[in-house]
Nanobody, 121 residues
Framework: QVQLVESGGGLVQPGESLRLSCVVSGSLFSGSRFSIYTMGWYRQATGKQRELVADFTSDGFTRYSIAVKGRFTISRDNFKNTVYLQMDNLKPEDTAVYYC??????????WGQGTQVTVSA
């Protein structure tokens, strides 16, 4: 049984920063470990579909949505089973619930409960 717990969300003003964390405990499937998972951050704004923000593969590749590229940075610590999302220069349109996802080759995945990020003056 795997569990993903996000933290770090909150209310900030435009231009400010936040750092989200997602700690993974347990395994997606028997014998698997955090280091082989693709870890991703997604977000869902009110009335919109959930969308990919950034992800980080097990072999070190990262990708970002066009909306956040250059402002957000995803990183991971395989010793702490944790993935981070550093969000700089936040904008009101970044307001959403942010979710962490662990995935293995698209065959097994799990989501966290989400953390709210609100950017407002």
């Amino acid at each position: 049984q795997v569990q993903l717990v996000e933290s770090g969300g909150g209310l900030v003003q435009p231009g400010e920063s936040l750092r989200l964390s997602c700690v993974v405990s347990g395994s997606l499937f028997s014998g698997s470990r955090f280091s082989i998972y693709t870890m991703g951050w997604y977000r869902q704004a009110t009335g919109k579909q959930r969308e990919l923000v950034a992800d980080f593969t097990s072999d070190g590749f990262t990708r970002y949505s066009i909306a956040v590229k250059g402002r957000f940075t995803i990183s991971r610590d395989n010793f702490k089973n944790t993935v981070y999302l550093q969000m700089d220069n936040l904008k009101p349109e970044d307001t959403a619930v942010y979710y962490c996802k662990a995935d293995f080759n698209g065959r097994s995945s799990s989501w966290g409960q989400g953390t709210q990020v609100t950017v407002s003056a």
